[in-house]
């Protein structure tokens, strides 16, 4: 061992071997914290990427907790998930951390190619990072949509701290020019030159102190100088979020030992980088985005791998067996009716056949589409998990009672608001409450959109069909042939007396010299039974008041 050290060739021998020792050990290992269980069955699961550069989306989200489920309870080694993303949601990516983070199966992120804004933060919460030579990770500042357009979500107070320092080292490389040039032309006119290349430009002590002290001085000057910025109300709701945006960042991070400030240097385009410092500069306004070599130079990923194969080597797993995901049938259908512009089509629908329905007699073809596009609407999202029976239980209960308004109390009142409400909230519940954004914006659009199909089919397009034709009154009654809208009332009822054969609020009726009347007050209530006089007697109308 000791001749190994004599030698400069023995000494790299053996840094290579000291070197080699994490690879020795195996892939599964990471400053010393191992990762795949040895009492785990020798299985793999692999979820490929169903479609290529597609955004995140809670359906995607509820199939991998799924198929952790599955992995968990068939013992996996590991799980290995692809990604290929240009982001999405930051709270559905929250949502992915969340499923990951309380996973018993380790969990590897396979970027192919492209983990770009929220993609990067789903594959920072993995366990490992794998990433395809062609691949790229960062950019995930978060925005934000607006009528204007997409706005950045940023820290405006380190935006105006980035901004000054910039000023002053700008003024500060203005000002050192100015200096130096000035150094230079006063020792030519001193005729110093010879005695400071003899001294081989040495600078006297007394100088260095001197300008290390003014340095200190001005930069203490620039920040007095330094104007804060004033927060505004807004900037502290941003702030809400990106306090706890970045602080997650930093937690993923450190979960796996990779560099915070490169981390948050892909959210935050106000993060400096110095070479020196982090390993590569940065220094331009923008959030950094990494090749996949300079991704693995700085730790941000494991591993650079060209194929599924090449990812297990690496981690060290070639001799399990891969099961390879694929959706069934059922999964690719439960996909396709939850994303929200099919999910809002079958709301829409199924409203207008509701509607259609009830205008026309029996029970016919629109009803059972809009029944069939709503069942669809609640059972999708039933199946991705996202809700349980509860929203056709609340759907239904609104629909009895929109019924109960409609056919059988008299006019519309809080019974068919309370009908209307709990078919709108079971909309709701269908989506879950944690997505009300998405759900907000379909609902909204699909219930905009029944609205006017509905009002079109009223106007121009049931008046001609024959259905309603069948139940439309056609014939004219005129008043010159000796028919009469209503029966008309007598005058002598006027002072008579009675009482109130229900309660009056105001409409009711009144029992008066043993005949039954439908009469009104003025606007006041009168309790049945009570007693009352008639005020007043039209054609059209008994006015009564109590007696």
């Keep these: 061992m000791k001749m190994l050290f004599k030698s400069p060739f023995g000494i790299i021998a053996a840094g290579m071997m000291i070197a080699a020792v994490p690879f020795i050990i195996g892939a599964g290992e990471w400053n010393g914290k191992k990762l795949f269980s040895k009492s785990a069955a020798k299985l793999v699961y692999y979820v490929p990427q169903f479609t290529d550069f597609s955004e995140i989306s809670t359906q995607e989200m509820h199939f991998l907790k799924k198929t952790l489920r599955d992995a968990d309870e068939n013992n996996a080694k590991a799980l290995i998930f692809e990604i290929d993303t240009p982001g999405g949601s930051v709270k559905t990516a929250y949502e992915y951390a969340s499923v990951m983070a309380k996973s018993k199966v380790p969990i590897i992120a396979y970027v192919n190619p492209h983990g770009i804004s929220a993609g990067m933060i789903i594959a920072l919460a993995a366990d490992r990072i794998a990433i395809n030579p062609a691949g790229v990770i960062g950019d995930a500042m978060p925005i934000m949509m607006s009528p204007g357009g997409v706005i950045p979500l940023i820290d405006r107070e380190r935006k105006h701290e980035r901004e000054q320092i910039e000023a002053e080292e700008e003024k500060e490389k203005k000002d050192s020019q100015k200096t130096a040039d ?17 001294k081989g430009d040495k600078k006297d002590p007394d100088e260095v102190v001197i300008e290390r002290l003014e340095k200190e001085l001005k930069e203490l000057k620039n920040k007095i100088k330094r104007k804060k910025y004033k927060s505004t109300e807004k ?24 560099p915070v400030r490169v981390v948050l240097a892909m959210a935050d385009p106000y993060q400096k980088l110095t070479l020196k410092r982090d390993g590569i500069e940065h220094s331009k306004i923008s959030p950094l985005t990494l090749s996949a070599k300079e991704a693995e130079k700085l730790h941000i990923v494991d591993y650079i791998c060209d194929s599924r194969d090449e990812v297990l080597e690496r981690l060290g797993l070639e001799d399990c067996e891969v099961k390879i995901i694929k959706k069934t049938a059922v999964d690719q259908i439960v996909s396709f009716l939850t994303y929200p512009a099919i999910a809002g089509i079958l709301i829409a629908l199924g409203l207008i056949g509701i509607y259609v329905e009830i205008k026309t007699p029996g029970f016919g073809v629109p009803g059972i589409l809009g029944v069939t596009a709503l069942t669809l609407f609640f059972l999708g999202h039933m199946g991705t998990g996202a809700s349980e029976w509860g929203p056709i239980v609340i759907f239904f209960v609104g629909m009895v009672l929109l019924a109960l308004e409609i056919f059988v109390i008299p006019g519309f009142g809080i019974v068919g608001l309370l009908g209307i409400t709990c078919i709108v909230v079971s909309f709701f519940a269908a989506f879950g409450f944690k997505n009300f954004a998405v759900a907000s914006q379909t609902i909204a659009f699909s219930m905009l959109g029944a609205l006017i199909v509905i009002i079109i089919l009223t106007a121009y397009v049931l008046p001609k069909s024959s259905l309603f034709k069948w139940i439309k009154l056609d014939t004219v009654q005129k008043s010159g042939e000796g028919y009469m809208s209503h029966k008309e009332v007598s005058q002598e009822l006027l002072n008579q007396t009675g009482e109130a054969y229900t309660t009056l609020r105001p409409v009711g009726t009144a029992l008066i010299n043993g005949k039954r009347y439908e009469v009104s007050t003025n606007g006041d209530f009168i309790e049945k039974g009570e007693p009352i006089v008639v005020v007043e007697v039209t054609p059209m109308k008994i006015t009564v008041k109590k007696a």
Excluded: H, I, P, S
């Excluded at 032309?185 to 005729?191: A, T, Y």
């Excluded at 702030?239 to 706890?244: G, N």
């Design 182 to 198: 000035e150094k230079k032309e006063k020792k030519k006119e001193q005729g110093k030159k010879e005695k400071a290349e003899k």
């Design 235 to 258: 900037d502290l709701a941003d702030q809400k979020f990106l306090t706890v945006f970045f602080k997650k960042l930093e937690t993923y991070a450190e979960k796996n030992n990779r």
